[in-house]
């Protein structure tokens, strides 16, 4: 968390970047700097997510001390829910019925930190393009194109804050230039505080607080009882995360495997077939993320990513199993 308060620093004193990019180079530059803002300002504001029909306002605080990093989200619309952030880990607070429900997960990033701060794999598969300065929630932004250099992920614009480096906007395009995601603030504005009276749930505190299911256990990649092997991943994809969770109603755990290009992320799900449940096959688009299933050896393979069909086909047949 230091070397990321250090890192801004030395974003921020390149000062030909503080209006905008004017060079390619400058734009690497200039997204490296938002990705470590994200961590380490402390701001509060509103933003829409909108995909397809759906659309949520969402009010965002986050704080970094320079040791710790704190963040709550706040869902305006519908029914309450709360997200709270502290290091990798997220806790989601849900009410149903007469109970809050806590869900524990990790390994998410919330927007605007949804950038990885070391961008070297990202470098691989995609181009990125300086555009134009552009108005967000009432301030000047750089607006940048990143471009993949292939089908094997989407396209996304980046609107970039020209003083402080935050990112205010993304823009997630499929293979057509037609907008899946966006997630934007309209208002925006640094906190000045250290007081982290805040970083406390508000959902009914007459309600039962109650935790969901059971926390994932992380194994090592090199698992010696390991049954299967994967190869031939989608150009530019790596293993970043391995775990097996327990699922309600299931005897043996399911195992979950994460890939990532840097920026798209694919889950692979992996669990032996079950008597008496129809095994699922084939591929489904539900909103902006696509789902692929099969069976091989007796085993039900499930693929989920927001990135093109091909890329998690690609992943579901990329497993094989010993005999």
Sequence with gaps: MQMRCFALACILASSALTAHATSDDDAWILLQKAAVAAHALNYQGIFVYQAGRQIKSVQITHYFNGKNEFARNVILDGTPREVFSQGGELTILSPRNEKVVIEKRRGQNMFPAILPTNLDAVKE??????????????????LLYLTPTDGLRYSYRFWIDAEFGLLLKSVMLNPRQEVMESIGFNQISLLNTVDLDWFQPKIDAKKNYVIEGEADKTIADNAANASWTIKDLPAGYRKVDQMKRMVPGRSQPITHIVFSDGLASVSLFIEPLL???????????VGTTSFYAHVIDGYQIIVVGEVPEATVAQVAHAISFKK
């Design 125 to 142: 598969s995609y181009v990125l393009k300086v555009g134009e300065i552009e108005r967000v929630a009432g301030r000047p932004t750089q």
């Design 275 to 285: 008597k008496g449940i129809k095994p699922k096959s084939g591929h489904k688009l």
